[in-house]
């Protein structure tokens, strides 16, 4: 009998694995791909953890990080206007 994981990343990995396999084999096109990878990359998400520089003026409000995590995400940021009255 194999002894119960105690870390909760032990219990995450297998999943988390499963998931990435999923994502990656729904993935056809190059672009969604190079994408997959890049967020996989190890230190990827040390920009969230940077220091903020609110004195010096550059800080992002939260529309800022909205658009720059949806265009790193590949996501339509913003759609034509449609008028319905006319």
């Known amino acids: 009998m194999e002894p119960i994981p105690v870390q909760q990343r032990l219990w995450d990995r297998p999943l ?3 998931y990435k396999v999923r994502e990656w ?3 056809g096109d ?3 791909q190079a ?3 890049t967020f996989m ?3 990827a998400e040390d920009w969230l953890m940077t220091v903020l520089l609110i004195p010096c003026g550059l ?6 990080v909205r658009f720059a995590a949806g265009l790193c995400l590949g996501l339509t940021l913003c759609a034509p206007y ?3 009255s006319e």
């Open 30 to 32: 190059t672009i969604g």
């Open 41 to 43: 990359a190890s230190h």
């Open 59 to 64: 800080n992002l409000d939260n529309e800022a």
């Open 25 to 27: 084999n729904g993935c």
């Open 35 to 37: 994408r997959l990878k």
């Open 16 to 18: 988390i694995d499963c």
């Open 82 to 84: 449609i008028d319905a």
